[in-house]
């Protein structure tokens, strides 16, 4: 198997503008998270220094269920930046706590070396492209705290 990495993942907490926490802790508060990736809060949580004493978890098949409940107003989704930048930018949810990096990476995977076809190599750039552009978007406009690059 080869592989690139092509992106780190960062994650955070969002909600819709009205449903922002009236203070700086999660404590009593709905946790929406997906099945797929189970320990996000809890990553989260230990990366941003927080808790959420006497919070409840509602899990959905999928992260996009997740943000789609959070869009409903149902409480804070956990979800990765790259699934809600739009949201960001037009104001419909905001990550009232900022996004941290959790230590994982987008990657792009394939049976043969990239560079023993040519469709495969321009694919990698693209996409590597595409995500460099993503990432110095986020990193411009979005509210980022990292517990090792502040």
Same mark, same amino acid.
């Given at each position: 198997?080869?592989?690139?990495?092509?992106?780190?993942?960062?994650?955070? =907490?969002?909600?819709? =503008?009205?449903?922002? =926490?009236?203070?700086?802790?999660?404590?009593? +508060? $709905?946790?929406?998270?997906?099945?797929? $990736?189970?320990?996000?809060?809890?990553?989260?949580?230990?990366?941003?220094?927080? @808790? /959420?004493?006497?919070?409840?978890?509602?899990?959905?098949?999928?992260?996009?269920?997740?943000?789609? /409940?959070? !869009?409903?107003?149902?409480?804070?989704?956990?979800?990765?930046?790259?699934?809600?930048?739009?949201?960001?930018?037009?104001?419909?949810?905001? +990550? &009232?706590?900022?996004?941290? $990096?959790?230590?994982?990476?987008?990657?792009?995977?394939?049976? $043969? =070396?990239?560079?023993?076809?040519?469709?495969?190599?321009?694919?990698?750039?693209?996409? @590597?492209?595409?995500?460099? !552009?993503?990432?110095?978007?986020?990193?411009?406009?979005?509210?980022?705290?990292? &517990? @090792?690059?502040?």
């Amino acid at each position: 198997m080869h592989g690139v990495t092509i992106c780190e993942e960062w994650i955070a =907490p969002v909600c819709v =503008p009205t449903g922002r =926490p009236a203070s700086d802790h999660l404590h009593g +508060a $709905r946790l929406l998270r997906g099945k797929t $990736r189970p320990q996000a809060w809890d990553n989260w949580l230990r990366l941003a220094d927080m @808790t /959420a004493a006497d919070a409840s978890r509602v899990d959905y098949e999928h992260f996009y269920l997740c943000i789609q /409940a959070a !869009l409903a107003g149902l409480e804070i989704g956990m979800t990765s930046f790259l699934m809600v930048q739009d949201e960001l930018k037009s104001g419909q949810l905001i +990550a &009232p706590f900022g996004f941290v $990096r959790d230590g994982s990476s987008y990657c792009l995977l394939s049976a $043969r =070396p990239f560079a023993q076809s040519t469709n495969a190599m321009l694919f990698q750039q693209w996409i @590597t492209q595409q995500m460099s !552009l993503c990432s110095q978007q986020f990193a411009e406009g979005a509210a980022v705290h990292s &517990p @090792t690059v502040i």
